[in-house]
């Protein structure tokens, strides 16, 4: 029979980790019944195929600062349900919403090869990747963060403290458009944004830095979640809302004439792009 599985705790977010857990399901059932010797040994090498990848990145990819490690931690133990339920949070907020160790040493990766030294970023939650970024930046780098929930904000404001590169970013509570339109009133321009934001919103938000001088001219765009747990190229009826609004947006991405982009398929989908 097959054998005996660790279980995962967190619940899965991402096409891979999804898997996973199928996967996990399918092998315990195997468990109560007779499967042939070839299926099993298929099965769990199926299994350990995708079981072991996530670690196995965390494992060879350059370890978070001290200050990140925090800011995981503190997200981890908030009870974000219960900020909801009690009026404290604008939305239903959870964990799982972190950029996470890989997908932020990514953004510092890009932000160096890049040089960029102005960075919008276009949601924030509890400041995983605003502080990931800012770790990248020179000394006279910058960070403005649009983030729609005053809770939040204070929340990643507090962990921001406790780094040296926290003084390199800036918070605006408000709704994301809102700053944006008046960013570029204020002629404001910048190198990289990233966009991880309301998915419905996402549209519009490329919109405006394609038809603003908001992105720089050699600047990159880079989008989260442009995966969504495999939704957007699953079947319709398995599509939520947020499913079939990335899904829209990855199509107008990709018969947009004006950029150049690639969609990577690290945690839940990063698509990167730029003007051509």
Known sequence: MVGTLKKNTARPVTPLGILVQQLEQIVSAAQTESVSTKFEASLNSAYKLVAGLDSYLEECTTSESDALANLTTKTQQEDWSKRFSDGETVKALEQEMLSGHIEGQLLKMLVSISKSKRVLEVGMF???????????????????????????????????????????????????????????????????????????????????????????????????????????????????????????????????????????????????????
């Open 126 to 276: 509890t400041g995983y990747s605003a502080l990931a970024i800012a770790e990248a930046l020179p000394d006279d780098g910058y960070v403005l963060a649009c983030e729609v929930d005053e809770y939040v904000s204070q929340f990643a404001t507090d962990c921001f403290a406790v780094s040296p590169h926290g003084k390199k970013i800036e918070v605006r509570v408000a709704p994301a458009m809102e700053t944006m339109k008046q960013l570029i009133k204020d002629g404001e321009s910048f190198d990289l944004v990233f966009v991880d934001a309301d998915k419905g919103g996402y549209i519009d938000y490329l919109r405006l830095l394609l038809d603003s001088d908001l992105l720089a001219d050699d600047g990159f765009i880079c989008v989260d979640n442009t995966l969504l747990q495999g939704q957007p190229y699953l079947p319709q009826e398995q599509r939520t809302a947020n499913g079939k609004a990335i899904a829209r947006f990855n199509h107008f991405v990709a018969e947009e004439p004006r950029v150049e982009q690639v969609l990577v398929p690290i945690r839940d989908g990063l698509t990167i792009i730029k003007r051509k």
